[in-house]
């Protein structure tokens, strides 16, 4: 893609939007930053970004002037149908994700995960494989890390391994995985989309480009997967507890973890008590990410020794620390219900959960029976404590508070020694933070600040 000289907006100036405005600057675009946060913020953003001599922008909401350009990057967390980009379709404008650009502006394979779980996890357990046989590995993507910060440095011998978003997958065009991996469907994010169907939809872009040269990772344990399946014109295989005849595929017999090729032949590679990280998904986690690292040329005798020093992902299952008597552990990145009901699953009880935030919308029931089988109470805090409540009084015993610091020193109170405190919010953090991070890093500090009881 040539984009210099060309007149570029964005919309969003969060950290993807930055980095996309910094990389096509670089490359001589001339960029437009559009955002609805006030003047002075977005200033503050574009300074601290060393961007404020190189882009023009606009503040407070989205005018005709992002309409006077070649084309529009759209950051993930913008919706697709504001007024703006459905005057763009009009006149006939592109409108590309962040990952398409980055697509189109850099070299080498692709390796691209995205699901409603796991993602994360399984990328980075992924990205260290691979660079036990491969010297240049780029890890990015909603991980945190933008694509367009390291697109334009990579070759022909780099190795990408990437999370996506489905908000990202809604504005691909040409964007194509080597290997993609759909690590499992669970409702989530039914505050943007009109149902469950759509948001499956979204994912399954994944595969939009991919063709009998590409290969697809599914998990065998979800229906949905294996049903999709036959839609999609790439190679397939597998991961899961019950992958069957499937091939080539990776699962777990006799508590040893076992690839099988196309042709049928098994290889055991090492014993699940290797995992450090803890609980049944991240065994699935384990299994994806061997399964991908085999696939794209990692030899399998390579792996073990990732895995039995892989700590896991900050924020995910993160022991924050022990106070009193009582563990804390940082789940903030459970931010729908199935991601909580696994970190639940996860955690040794006695245990005092801490759930709320921005409400997605999602059927609470699932998350509500593994609530009572699993705490002995619950603290509620944020936007969606009053639905959270409705559907959990009389089942459980319920503290309310309005902050995360009131929720924690709330939950201290009430506990005992021996009890764990869980941080899994089955929410967004986007009513009190700017992203999960944020909020799983403010636990962790004010843990710290915890004094024994």
């Known amino acids: 893609m040539e984009v210099a000289g060309k007149n570029i907006s964005i919309i969003g100036a969060a950290k993807s939007g930055l980095s996309a405005a910094r990389s096509l600057a670089r490359c001589g675009a001339k960029v437009f930053v559009s955002d609805i946060q006030s003047e002075d913020k977005l200033k503050a953003s574009l300074e601290r970004e060393h961007l404020l001599d190189c882009v023009d922008y606009e503040a407070g909401g989205h005018t005709e002037k992002v309409l006077h350009s070649d084309f529009i990057v759209l950051s993930p967390g913008v919706r697709t149908d504001i007024p703006v980009l459905i005057e763009a379709a009009a006149r006939k404008i592109p409108v590309y994700s962040e990952i398409e650009i980055a697509y189109r502006l850099s070299r080498g394979r692709r390796l691209v995960i995205t699901g409603s779980n796991g993602k994360t996890t399984t ?40 999370e996506v978003s489905s908000f990202q997958l809604e504005t691909i065009s040409e964007f194509k995985p080597d290997i993609a991996v759909i690590t499992n469907f669970f409702e989530n994010h039914l505050d943007r989309y009109p149902s469950y169907n759509a948001y499956i939809e979204a994912k399954k872009r994944i595969a939009l480009n991919m063709h009998s040269s590409e290969t697809i990772v599914l998990n065998a344990d979800q229906q949905l997967m294996r049903e999709m399946a036959d839609e999609l014109d790439c190679q397939k295989a597998w991961f899961g507890w019950q992958v069957g005849d499937l091939k080539p595929s990776m699962t777990v017999i006799d508590e040893e973890f076992v690839y099988t090729d196309r042709d049928g032949k098994r290889q055991k590679l090492f014993p699940t008590s290797s995992v450090r990280i803890i609980g049944r998904h991240n065994l699935e986690n384990v299994m994806c990410a061997a399964l991908v690292a085999i696939l794209a040329g990692v030899s399998g005798n390579r792996l073990e020794s990732v895995v039995t020093r892989f700590p896991g992902v900050e924020h995910r299952l993160e022991w924050a620390g022990e106070v009193g008597g009582v563990t804390f552990i940082n789940d903030s990145k459970g931010t729908n219900c199935a991601a909580s009901i696994t970190a639940l699953q996860a955690c040794k009880p006695p245990m005092l959960l801490l759930a709320g935030g921005r409400d997605k919308g999602t059927d609470l ?27 959990l009084e009389g089942l459980v015993p319920l503290k309310m508070a309005t902050t995360l610091e009131q929720a924690l020193a709330t939950a201290y109170q009430w506990t005992e020694p021996g009890d764990t ?11 009190q933070f700017p992203n999960f991070e944020v909020r799983g890093e403010t636990f962790k500090q004010l843990v710290k600040a915890l004094a024994p009881k």
Do not use: H
């Open 123 to 162: 990328t980075t357990l992924l990205a260290e494989f691979c660079r036990k046989q491969f010297e240049e590995v780029f890890l990015g993507g909603n991980i945190g890390i933008p694509i367009m910060e390291f697109a334009t440095e990579t070759t022909d011998r780099s190795l990408q391994v990437l």
């Open 365 to 391: 029931a699932d998350w509500v029976a593994a609530v009572r089988t699993r705490s002995r109470g619950v603290v509620l805090f944020g936007e969606a404590r009053a639905r959270f409540r409705s559907a």
């Open 421 to 431: 405190i869980l941080l899994s919010p089955a929410c967004s953090s986007y009513d």
